[in-house]
Structure formats: C-alpha cells, structure tokens
C-alpha cells in the first residue's frame, strides 16, 4: 500500500512538473529544474514512509508553484489603478528629506527647480519648510504632472509652476517660463522610478504585480517611443545580452538573452512583465529571490528590469544632459542635490561633480594627460582644460541613508546623495 502511494505520488508530482515547464518554456535550465524536483521527491518518498497527509502536503507544494506560473490577467486601463485612486492619495515617502533640506539651505524668494517631481514627497517637504519660495516641478510621467498641478493649485503662498518634460527638455521649459541661465538658486534631482509606478502594475515595472510590458515612463506622449516589449521581441540575443551587461550588471546576460530570444520562438511573443520574469527565473538553479548588496531579498529578474527600463527610457544619456543644463542655469555658488538608486547613475553624477570626462578612463592621473613627450601644451591650456574646476563637491564621500530610515522605508536602502555647489 505504502509502496502504491509512493509512486501515485511521483506520477502526479511528474505531470505537474511538466505542465510547469510547458507553460513556459523547455529549455536546458526548465529540464534541470524539472530533473532536479523530481528527484528531490522521489529521494523523499523513498527515504520515508508515506502517508496519505504527507502524499497530499507532496502534491498540492507542486500544484502552488504550477499556479504560480499561470498567466495573470492584465489590468484593464479602463479601470487602472490610476484612474481608481484619481481621487485617493498615493502614498510617497520621500528619501532622505533631513539631508537634502540642510544641503539646499533655503531661503525666502529663492527659485528652486525639481527635476523629478514623482510623487511630490520633497516638494510638499520643501514647500512646508519654506512656503514663500518658488518652485519649478518638472517631471517626464503625466501622472507625476498631474499630481504638480494639483499640489500648484492648493497652495496658498509662494509660486510653483508644473512642468512636463524629459531632462533634456528642462532648457526649453525653463526658457517658456522666462527664466534666464544664471537664475536658478538650487537643482535637485531624485533619479530612478517613483513608487507609483512600481505601484501601478499598468506601467509595466513591477515584478511582484502583473501587467503589460511597457515601462515607458513618458507613457503614450511619444507614441513612437519603443516599449519592453518591443526590445525584447525585437532584438537578437547579441543586443539583448549587451543591454543586460550594460545597463543591469547581470553576470548570466548570455545565458538570459538567449533564453528570451528561445521563448518567444517557441510560444511568441512578450506581452506581459510576469512572462519575463519567469523565464528569467529559470535561467537560474535557485530560488525566486536572490540577495543584494545589503543582504536583502532581491528577485531574480530584477537586474533584467532594470536594464531594459533604462535603455526604454535613456536615462544615462537624459541624467548627463540634465547635470550639464543644471549646471548652465545655476547661479554662481548655487547648489544641485542628486539622489541615485544604482552604480550606473551614481558614476555619472560623480564625474561631473569631480570634473572627470564621461569618457575619460577610470582612476587617471593628470599626470597620464601630458605622457606623450612628442606633445607640448600651453600653460593656458592645462589651467583652463584641465585643472579648472566647474563644481565644488560639498562632501568628499557620497551620502547614504540613516538605518531608522531604512529600517522605515525599504525602498531607500540603496540612496545615495552627492551635491555640489557651482563654481
């Protein structure tokens, strides 16, 4: 008897095993974790003595993981989350306020310009710390902006204009505004994606919650604009594997390029974030979750979300031009607050502040500029190109979150703070 329910067991714990890879994709990382659950549970049914409760708590562990990788229905943007709470307030909790008020000192009159306005967590901050001051909050997301308009039309003093657009075309707004370079007493940037996108599975940048692959953080306003969808549908696995190692630091981009490209050919094409996030999954013989930097559980797919949202949206190429328009704007000894969530964001905004060419080599010393000795250069020249300084950083290491803060807000536990007042 017990022998017979041993192998009804495996029977049933085999074809669920194999639904599991049929859902999605049979490939050699699908045939390993099917080989290797089964024989995990053939050792256990054969090791210990079977019951019909052990049998049963078997087979419904293998019925939740095949639950797990059915298709969940997408959001109907008729009835989005955005559209739900248009009169509800979403919940933001700015990152690291206390040190980005005591950076900008602020000051009556002053005109500040917030690059990433998201869910106004710093500007209601600021607006409450200094009422009678004037405010540019621009942001790329509609939403965002929608949010700036009605936070603009509920104050009682001071000045606040909504504006929508990239970094890249803050120079424009600001010009519409009748602001003049040489004005703006203080830039802060909060780069990254805002909670309510995270929040709002229609956007297409969650991994825990399912939607439409888009990740376009301006939306529909440039209709042309490509979506997650289209580069992972689109691209062959060279440039697919150069976008993960580029833009996501994913050390098994090869073997994950490969796995997409396999995927779509054998069941179509990507049209939702919990499609990509499973075959992502599979590529690694672990768990769901992974552990990051500070030891805390991170997805699998997430460094893949990640590359894919920032070559969507060209956010490297869209933070350095908004650093260099920043900078032509500020006043002299004026003040830019940059918040970045990542390396790649990070190094950016140190080589500007520290005066390092983007594409200048790593760690190089002013003396390896002047090491070819059939080259002469003008004392002028080596004053004005390469010791001059453009910024003062205003701390030499980079600012990071408080523990109480993270400990009260997960999402900041990989800030950091650099600023760096105009020369």
Same mark, same amino acid.
């Given at each position: 008897?017990a022998?017979?329910?041993k ?37 256990t049914?054969?090791?210990?003595? %079977? ?29 989005? +989350? ?9 919940e933001?909790v ?5 040190e ?9 009159g ?7 306005f ?14 009678n ?52 007493? =203080?830039?802060? %940037? ?10 709002? +599975?229609h956007?297409?940048f ?5 939607? +439409? ?13 490509p ?14 594997e150069?976008i993960?190692?580029?833009y ?24 939702h974030?919990?499609?990509? =996030?499973e075959?992502?999954?599979?590529? %690694?013989?672990s768990?769901?979750?992974r ?5 805390? +559980? ?24 908004g ?15 940059v ?10 905004v140190?080589?500007h ?13 002013l ?12 004392m002028?020249?080596v ?15 980079v600012?990071?979150?408080?523990e ?14 650099r600023?760096a007042?105009k020369?």
């Open positions: 008897m022998l017979c329910l192998q009804t067991c495996l029977i049933q714990i085999k074809s669920l095993m194999q639904a599991v890879c049929q859902r999605f994709l049979y490939t050699s990382a699908s045939k390993k974790l099917y080989l290797n659950g089964l024989k995990q549970w053939r050792d049914c054969y090791k210990h003595s %079977f019951c019909n409760r052990q049998h049963r708590a078997c087979v419904n562990k293998f019925k939740h993981v095949h639950s797990s990788v059915k298709t969940e229905s997408l959001v109907d943007e008729h009835n989005s +989350p955005e559209n739900k709470q248009s009169k509800k307030e979403v933001h700015p990152v690291m306020v206390t980005v008020l005591e950076l900008l000192q602020l000051k009556e002053q005109l500040i310009v917030d690059m990433t998201g869910g106004g967590g710093h500007a209601k901050e600021i607006l409450k710390h200094t009422p001051i004037n405010y540019v909050a621009s942001d790329r997301d509609s939403f965002a902006y929608n949010k700036a308009v009605e936070l603009a039309a509920s104050l009682n003093c001071g000045k606040m204009w909504p504006v929508l657009g990239r970094f890249s075309e803050i120079s424009t707004n600001l010009h519409n505004l009748g602001i003049q370079p040489g004005q703006v007493d =203080a830039f802060l %940037f909060d780069l990254g994606t805002s909670s309510f996108q995270f929040d709002f +599975p956007r297409g969650s991994l825990s919650k399912n939607g +439409p692959l888009d990740m376009r953080m301006d939306g529909n306003r440039f209709p042309d604009q979506t997650a969808a289209d580069v992972v549908n689109t691209l062959d696995v060279a440039d697919i150069h993960l190692h580029k996501g630091e994913e050390k098994k981009s090869k073997l994950i390029a490969h796995a997409i490209v396999e995927a779509r050919y054998a069941y179509g094409k990507f049209t974030t919990k499609q990509l =996030a075959v992502v999954q599979n590529v %690694f013989n768990d769901v979750f552990q990051d930097k500070l030891s805390r +559980p991170a997805h699998l797919a997430t460094k893949t979300f990640q590359a894919l949202r920032i070559f969507v949206n060209d956010e490297l190429n869209e933070i350095n031009n650093l260099h328009i920043a900078r032509h704007y500020l006043k002299s000894n004026g003040i830019c607050v918040i970045s969530f990542h390396s790649l964001e990070d190094r950016i140190k080589r502040f520290h005066d390092i060419d983007m594409d200048q080599e790593s760690n190089i010393t003396h390896h500029h002047f090491r070819n000795a059939n080259l002469t250069f003008d002028d020249v004053k004005n190109d390469y010791l001059k300084k453009l910024w003062e950083p205003v701390s030499r290491k600012l990071e979150p408080t109480e803060e993270i400990q009260s807000n997960a999402r900041s536990r990989s800030a950091k703070l600023a007042i020369l």
